[in-house]
Nanobody, 121 residues
Framework: QVQLVESGGGLVQAGGSLRLSCAAS????????LYWYRQAPGKQRELVAA???????NYADSVKGRFTISRDNAKNTVYLQMNSLKPEDTAVYYC???????????????WGQGTQVTVSS
């Protein structure tokens, strides 16, 4: 049983910073790519940032230069450092991992429960 648990969300003023964490636990053989998504009220879920096993990163245009995704493979954890936050960054943030539970299993998609980020103006 694999679980992804996010933490680090909260309420912050515009211009402030937050660091989200997402830890994977359970029986894990390997973790491929890792992603952060967000969903604002009334909007579709959107990809915010991605990081490959090799450490290559990709960002949505709206967060480039402000957000940084990173991973600690030893801890099975992915992070999202969010700086210069804006009210439009307000959303529920979800982590997503493509991972294999054991060497014989194909990769599967797993999602965290989400963490609320609210940026006040």
């Amino acid at each position: 049983q694999v679980q992804l648990v996010e933490s680090g969300g909260g309420l912050v003023q515009a211009g402030g910073s937050l660091r989200l964490s997402c830890a994977a636990s359970g029986t894990i053989f390997s973790i491929n790519d890792l992603y952060w998504y967000r969903q604002a009220p009334g909007k579709q879920r959107e990809l915010v940032a991605a990081i490959t096993t090799g450490g290559s990163t990709n960002y949505a245009d709206s967060v480039k230069g402000r957000f940084t995704i990173s991973r600690d493979n030893a801890k099975n954890t992915v992070y999202l450092q969010m700086n210069s936050l804006k009210p439009e960054d307000t959303a529920v943030y979800y982590c997503n991992a493509v991972l294999r539970g054991d060497y014989s299993s194909p990769p599967h998609d797993y999602w965290g429960q989400g963490t609320q980020v609210t940026v006040s103006s």
